[in-house]
């Protein structure tokens, strides 16, 4: 090998491990269902159409501000069900009075995205009345980007964080 040619590929070698590692934006797979799994009376997966049956409720406009602090997009109204209703809805399983509060709420998308709520957060604080599993924005069905299924948190200082793109599983946690 000519030294050039030489020098080339030990270029190419030492950059190798930068393309590895070098991660590009995981794309999800649009979620038709959410799950709904962990300290829970039943396992459950809800479709679209049983979600649905669910009092539905309206965001009105949000903005998605990523943590940094860039807006995307403009203001959206998000239509969906509140995520405290899908958890009445199915209602959890706890061991005594004071169970409720050692919950932890976890998010889950078909990416890999997670995010958490704790109990006391939706049930005890605002910020629960404006978390939604949303399937529509500005009465159009959500596209394959937006992941069909969305979760949205309406009151978060910035919403980008917990806005779950291809959401499609809660887990409910009970910390020992
Ligand atoms: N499933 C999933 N949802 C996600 C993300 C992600 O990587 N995967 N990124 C988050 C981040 S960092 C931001 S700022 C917003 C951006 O939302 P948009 O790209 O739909 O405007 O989505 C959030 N939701
Ligand atoms: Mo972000």
């Given at each position: 090998m000519r030294l050039p040619a030489l020098l080339f590929s030990l270029a190419l070698i030492s950059l190798a491990p930068a393309a590895v590692f070098a991660q590009a934006p995981a794309i999800g797979t649009p979620s038709h269902s959410l799950r709904v799994s962990g300290a829970v009376k039943a396992k459950v997966e809800l479709d679209l159409a049983a979600l649905k049956r669910l009092t539905p409720h309206d965001s009105g406009p949000t903005t998605v501000v990523c943590a940094s602090g860039a807006t995307m997009g403009k203001a959206d109204n998000y239509r969906g069900v509140l995520l405290t209703d899908v958890l009445k809805h199915v209602g959890l399983k706890l061991e005594?009075?004071?169970?409720?509060?050692r919950m932890v709420i976890v998010a889950r998308a078909t990416d890999g995205y997670v995010v958490t709520f704790s109990w006391s957060e939706l049930f005890?604080?605002?910020i629960g009345k404006e978390v939604l599993v949303a399937w529509e924005k500005d009465g159009q069905p959500l596209d394959a980007k937006e992941g069909q299924l969305l979760l949205i948190s309406?009151?978060?200082?910035?919403?980008?964080?917990?806005?779950?793109?291809w959401l499609d599983r809660i887990e409910v946690v009970r910390i020992p």
């Open positions: 005594g009075h004071k169970d409720d509060r005890n604080t605002t309406g009151q978060d200082i910035k919403t980008g964080p917990r806005h779950v793109r």
